[in-house]
C-alpha cells in the first residue's frame, strides 16, 4: 500500500484527534483521570506476579495471579489490541477520625458499587471508538488485566509504598478499569515522577505489618485479603482487625498524598450503614443481594459472618443483644462459625 507524506500526516491527525476526544469523553463521562498506553505485554507485571506467588506472598489469591500470562497480555482480552485507554473514578475517602466511629468498618471503594459507575464512563468512551469502527473491550474489577499496571504505563500516577497507584495531588482513592481496543492511538511517553520521597507512613502504621518492603503487601498478613479469604481467619490476627468487616484504608488513610483534596463531605450509604450484629441476622439471600458487588470466598455468606463475630469479639459495645446472638453461634452447624463464635465469646468475657 503507497502512503506519501500527506496520507502519514493525516494519518498522524486522526490519531491525535481520536486520543483526545478518548481522553475528552472520559472526563466528561465522570472520571478523574484518563491516559493512554499501547498493548505491549506488562513483562514485569508478570514477573513481579509469579515472584510474589512463589514468595508466598500473594497467599490463596487467585484474581491477575489465577492466569498470569493472561492478565498481562492485553492481546488475551482483544486479539488484535493495540492500545489501553484507562481511567481512574474517585472513591470518596473518610476523615480519619470519621472512619473510627461505630462497631463496623467497610473500605471506602466497596461503600457502593463504584465499578458499576466506572464502566458506565468507560463505556462511554468505547461507544466513541465503536462509532468510528474500531473494535473495543471494557475491562475493570476483572482478573483479565492487570489494572495497576496499565494505569502506571499510562501515565496516570506512580506506584506508592503501600503498593497502590498514587495521582499526583489526590492520592489512591480510586477504582481503575481500561477500555482495550484495535485502534493505534497516541500514547503516553511519560511516566508520573513518583513523590513518595522519604515518606513511610504507610509502611510504619499498617496495622499487621503487611507492608514489607516499599510496594511489597504480604497478603498473607494483610487485613483487606484476611477478611476476604476463605478459612478461618488466623487467630494472630484477629484483635488487629478490630472493627473491620470489608477491607482496610490504612494505609491510604495515612497517606498525605491527596489529603488537602478530600472529600469532607458524609461518604455514608446505605450498603455501609450497618452493623456487625445485623450481618449476623440477616439471611443468606439478603446478605448477597445486599453485597452482590463485594468479591464474597465462594459466594458463601458465613464469610462475612465470620468477619462479623470477629468484629463483636473486638468491640467495647457489652449487651446481652450481642452477647446471645454470639452464643447462638457457637452451636452453629459450620465449624469456622464456631471456632470464630468461640474466640469473639472469649475476648467479651461471657460468663
Given at each position: 500500500?503507497?502512503?506519501?507524506?500527506?496520507?502519514?500526516e493525516?494519518?498522524?491527525?486522526?490519531?491525535?484527534?481520536?486520543?483526545?476526544?478518548?481522553?475528552?469523553?472520559?472526563?466528561d463521562?465522570?472520571?478523574?483521570?484518563?491516559?493512554?498506553?499501547?498493548?505491549?505485554?506488562?513483562?514485569?507485571?508478570?514477573?513481579?506476579?509469579?515472584e510474589?506467588k512463589?514468595?508466598?506472598?500473594?497467599?490463596?489469591?487467585?484474581?491477575?495471579?489465577?492466569?498470569?500470562?493472561?492478565?498481562?497480555?492485553?492481546?488475551?482480552?482483544?486479539?488484535?489490541?493495540?492500545?489501553?485507554?484507562?481511567?481512574?473514578?474517585?472513591?470518596?475517602?473518610?476523615?480519619?477520625?470519621?472512619?473510627?466511629?461505630?462497631?463496623?468498618?467497610?473500605?471506602?471503594?466497596?461503600?457502593?458499587?463504584?465499578?458499576?459507575?466506572?464502566?458506565?464512563?468507560?463505556?462511554?468512551?468505547?461507544?466513541?471508538?465503536?462509532?468510528?469502527?474500531?473494535?473495543?473491550?471494557?475491562?475493570?474489577?476483572?482478573?483479565?488485566?492487570?489494572?495497576?499496571?496499565?494505569?502506571?504505563?499510562?501515565?496516570?500516577?506512580?506506584?506508592?509504598?503501600?503498593?497502590?497507584?498514587?495521582?499526583?495531588?489526590?492520592?489512591?482513592?480510586?477504582?481503575?478499569?481500561?477500555?482495550?481496543?484495535?485502534?493505534?492511538?497516541?500514547?503516553?511517553?511519560?511516566?508520573?515522577?513518583?513523590?513518595?520521597?522519604?515518606?513511610?507512613?504507610?509502611?510504619?502504621?499498617?496495622?499487621?505489618?503487611?507492608?514489607?518492603?516499599?510496594?511489597?503487601?504480604?497478603?498473607?498478613?494483610c487485613?483487606?485479603?484476611?477478611?476476604?479469604?476463605?478459612?478461618?481467619?488466623?487467630?494472630?490476627?484477629?484483635?488487629?482487625?478490630?472493627?473491620?468487616?470489608?477491607?482496610?484504608?490504612?494505609?491510604?488513610?495515612?497517606?498525605?498524598?491527596?489529603?488537602?483534596?478530600?472529600?469532607?463531605?458524609?461518604?455514608?450509604?446505605?450498603?455501609?450503614?450497618?452493623?456487625?450484629l445485623?450481618?449476623?441476622?440477616?439471611?443468606?439471600?439478603?446478605?448477597?443481594?445486599?453485597?452482590?458487588?463485594?468479591?464474597?470466598?465462594?459466594?458463601?455468606?458465613?464469610?462475612?459472618?465470620r468477619?462479623?463475630?470477629?468484629?463483636?469479639?473486638?468491640?467495647?459495645?457489652?449487651?446481652?443483644?450481642?452477647d446471645?446472638?454470639?452464643?447462638?453461634?457457637?452451636?452453629?452447624?459450620?465449624?469456622?462459625?464456631r471456632?470464630?463464635?468461640?474466640?469473639?465469646y472469649?475476648?467479651?468475657?461471657?460468663?
Amino acid at each position: 500500500m503507497f502512503c506519501d507524506d500527506r496520507g502519514v500526516e493525516n494519518l498522524d491527525n486522526s490519531i491525535d484527534r481520536l486520543s483526545k476526544l478518548c481522553i475528552a469523553t472520559g472526563l466528561d463521562a465522570g472520571l478523574d483521570s484518563v491516559g493512554i498506553t499501547s498493548a505491549e505485554p506488562f513483562s514485569e507485571a508478570l514477573s513481579t506476579l509469579k515472584e510474589r506467588k512463589k514468595s508466598g506472598y500473594a497467599a490463596d489469591m487467585q484474581f491477575t495471579y489465577r492466569n498470569p500470562e493472561r492478565s498481562t497480555t492485553p492481546t488475551k482480552v482483544l486479539p488484535d489490541a493495540k492500545s489501553l485507554i484507562v481511567g481512574a473514578l474517585h472513591t470518596p475517602s473518610p476523615r480519619l477520625p470519621d472512619s473510627q466511629e461505630g462497631d463496623s468498618r467497610i473500605s471506602a471503594y466497596a461503600r457502593k458499587d463504584y465499578y458499576s459507575d466506572l464502566r458506565i464512563s468507560l463505556q462511554s468512551i468505547a461507544k466513541i471508538l465503536e462509532n468510528e469502527g474500531w473494535k473495543t473491550r471494557v475491562v475493570a474489577d476483572d482478573n483479565a488485566l492487570v489494572d495497576r499496571a496499565a494505569a502506571l504505563r499510562a501515565g496516570i500516577g506512580w506506584m506508592g509504598k503501600n503498593s497502590n497507584v498514587l495521582i499526583p495531588k489526590k492520592g489512591s482513592w480510586f477504582v481503575l478499569g481500561s477500555v482495550v481496543t484495535n485502534a493505534p492511538l497516541r500514547e503516553n511517553e511519560e511516566p508520573v515522577k513518583e513523590e513518595c520521597g522519604q515518606c513511610s507512613r504507610c509502611i510504619d502504621l499498617c496495622p499487621t505489618s503487611a507492608i514489607v518492603e516499599p510496594g511489597v503487601v504480604d497478603a498473607r498478613r494483610c487485613i483487606a485479603w484476611l477478611v476476604q479469604a476463605p478459612g478461618s481467619i488466623p487467630e494472630e490476627f484477629r484483635s488487629s482487625i478490630g472493627n473491620r468487616i470489608y477491607g482496610c484504608d490504612d494505609c491510604q488513610e495515612v497517606c498525605p498524598i491527596g489529603r488537602q483534596d478530600r472529600i469532607e463531605g458524609n461518604i455514608s450509604d446505605s450498603l455501609a450503614d450497618i452493623s456487625a450484629l445485623q450481618i449476623l441476622k440477616f439471611t443468606d439471600e439478603e446478605l448477597l443481594k445486599r453485597y452482590s458487588h463485594w468479591y464474597i470466598a465462594e459466594r458463601n455468606p458465613k464469610y462475612l459472618r465470620r468477619n462479623a463475630l470477629v468484629v463483636l469479639g473486638n468491640s467495647k459495645i457489652r449487651n446481652s443483644e450481642v452477647d446471645q446472638e454470639i452464643e447462638k453461634y457457637l452451636h452453629d452447624s459450620d465449624e469456622i462459625l464456631r471456632e470464630h463464635a468461640e474466640w469473639a465469646y472469649m475476648q467479651r468475657g461471657i460468663s
